[in-house]
């Protein structure tokens, strides 16, 4: 059986899932057990997290006044460390749309989480360049993958002609 936030979980998978082969990716699912990932194209991990709409309150100091605001968090924990991954945060509002932020996982730094307290369609913070970004698959896909599916950051940081860019 699986919890709560496994079967969340599922559905955000099952929609990358669906939006990858539509766009022409070859994606594979990975069965829980291996390598703490959801999906692959290639040699691509690719990591799913799904968060729907919530609310935290707020009391004003001043006035005692109780305000509520909406959010959205993902855990990132289990897939710390691992930059060399295609990382989906996918968004639900209150409509049902889905906001996904496509990011390489190098975004992740040394974060275990990420939240964001505004509409994905108006949010400006860290990962707000990364909304709807289908472009990142394709970059991570044309990196040079070496020891064992490690991405080399040389290729990241060098052009063709492999001069350093800063």
């Not at 991990?45 to 109780?66: A, C, L, M, Q, W």
Request: aromatic share 14%.
């Amino acid at each position: 059986m699986f919890s709560p936030e496994q079967i969340i979980g599922n559905i955000g998978e099952q929609w990358v899932y669906d939006q990858l082969t539509k766009r022409g990716y070859d994606v594979r699912m990975v069965p829980y057990y291996q390598d703490n990932i959801d999906l692959k194209i290639g040699q691509l991990p690719i990591e799913v997290k799904y968060s729907r709409i919530g609310f935290n309150r707020k009391i004003d100091r001043k006035t005692g006044e109780i305000r509520r605001y909406q959010r959205w968090q993902w855990n990132v924990s289990q897939v710390h460390g691992k930059g060399d991954l295609c990382l989906f945060l996918i968004a639900e509002d209150r409509a049902g749309l889905r906001w996904p932020f496509i990011m390489p996982g190098s975004v992740m730094a040394e974060r275990d989480n990420f939240q964001i307290s505004r509409h994905p369609s108006k949010y400006n913070g860290l990962i707000a360049g990364y909304l709807n970004a289908w472009e990142t698959i394709d970059f991570l896909l044309k990196q040079q993958y070496y020891d064992n599916g490690q991405l080399a950051m040389y290729h990241l940081l060098t052009d063709e002609a492999g001069v350093y860019n800063k």
